[in-house]
């Protein structure tokens, strides 16, 4: 079964706005993933966060992760039209032994 | 040269009809993962590797077998293709002790389509 769910499922906004997508799982976790995926190609990580962590930067990236309500936000600052792609959360388990990925936020970034 | 590859990257074949999809990886890792992605379902998990001697199922493994031939070659058959099987596969290497990371790295996917 599915851990993560993201939301919104599509997203459209404007080059130069915020986009921001969240990821809500079930089980408590030892670190959330976010990965990125062009139209039908490999997925690309982006940032990780570990459940002892709030907040992590990374460029236009900003991720939060709340684990007392089991949820996590990824931001992009200032979208460009590159950034239209698929954005999948990923959970790890305490057993850092797999990950498991939500069905995704399509991203579309309209010049 | 990419770090994970696979072999083909398309394949149309019939229902019946065994397949063997190929991945190979020069990123040095131990661990290495078969998904399958269906529109508006993300990815599942079906065989992962931990060594050469692991082999455990996901999340999805019935009708799949894989084969981990060596540290960087991971083989997922389909014994006898159905048409619910059509989906996007990928490929996934990692090594947190290697990388530091848990991170996942993919590869470019087949393109599976059963008739």
């Known amino acids: 079964s599915q851990q993560g769910e993201e939301d919104p499922q599509a997203l459209s906004i404007q080059e130069g706005e915020n986009a921001t997508m969240n990821c809500s799982y079930k089980?408590?976790?030892?670190?959330l993933q976010w990965y990125r995926q062009n139209s039908g190609r490999g997925l690309v990580h982006l940032i990780l966060?570990?459940?002892?962590?709030r907040e992590k930067h990374s460029g236009r990236l900003r991720v939060t992760l709340d684990t007392s309500k089991k949820s996590s936000s990824l931001l992009i600052t200032a979208s460009r039209a590159a950034d239209t792609a698929s954005y999948f959360c990923?959970?790890?388990?305490?057993?850092?032994?797999?990950?498991?990925f939500g069905k995704g936020t399509m991203l579309l970034v309209s010049p | 040269d990419a770090d994970v590859t696979q072999t083909p990257r398309n394949r149309i074949t019939k229902t019946g009809k065994r397949i063997m999809l190929e991945c190979s990886q020069t990123?040095?890792?131990?661990?290495m993962y078969w998904y399958r992605q269906d529109p508006g379902l993300g990815l599942r998990l079906i065989y992962y590797?931990?060594?050469?001697?692991?082999?455990n199922k996901g999340e999805i493994s019935d009708g799949y077998s894989v084969s981990r031939q060596a540290q960087a070659k991971f083989s997922l058959s389909l014994e006898s293709a159905i048409p619910n099987q059509t989906a996007l596969y990928f490929c996934?290497?990692?090594?947190?002790?290697?990388?530091?990371?848990?991170?996942?790295?993919f590869g470019p996917g087949t393109r599976l389509t059963v008739l």
């Open positions: 990923a959970t790890a388990d305490g057993g850092y032994s797999t990950l498991t």
């Open positions: 996934a290497t990692s090594d947190p002790l290697l990388s530091g990371s848990h991170e996942q790295f």
């Open positions: 966060i570990r459940s002892n962590e």
């Open positions: 089980t408590s976790i030892n670190n």
């Open positions: 590797s931990f060594d050469v001697k692991d082999i």
């Open positions: 990123k040095g890792h131990d661990r």
